[in-house]
């Protein structure tokens, strides 16, 4: 059984810093694409970050390139998000998501397994 466990958010102030982690337990993941996605109060929830968990390739939304990082730690099995410049738009529950193919598509409907979140709050 997969399960996806994350953990390390909180309340910080614009400009900080947080580190997000997500540990992966149930099965290999070689070969999973794994993800992070955010929903905020009254949107949709949108996509991230992404990284293959074979070889590492990332991939970012437009509004968080340059700020915030992904990157897997094969053997902790875990995957974490590094933020940093925390704005208060970043302010939203963050899930972690594995999708078993490392191709296609980023919609979160293509995702297989899913974390219970972790709320991030940026006070301005």
């Known amino acids: 059984q997969v399960q996806l466990v994350e953990s390390g958010g909180g309340l910080v102030q614009a400009g900080d810093s947080l580190r997000l982690s997500c540990a992966a337990s149930?099965?290999?993941?070689?070969?999973?694409?794994m993800a992070w996605f955010r929903q905020a109060p009254g949107k949709e929830r949108e996509f991230v970050a992404a990284v293959v968990w074979s070889g590492g390739s990332t991939r970012y939304a437009d509004s968080v390139k340059g700020r915030f990082t992904i990157f897997r730690d094969n053997a902790k099995g875990a995957v974490f998000l590094q933020m940093n410049s925390l704005k208060p738009e970043d302010t939203a529950v963050y899930y972690c998501a594995a999708r078993r193919w490392s191709s296609g598509s980023y919609s979160e409907y293509e995702y297989d397994y899913w974390g219970q979140g972790t709320q991030v709050t940026v006070s301005s």
């Open positions: 149930g099965r290999t993941f070689s070969g999973y694409r």
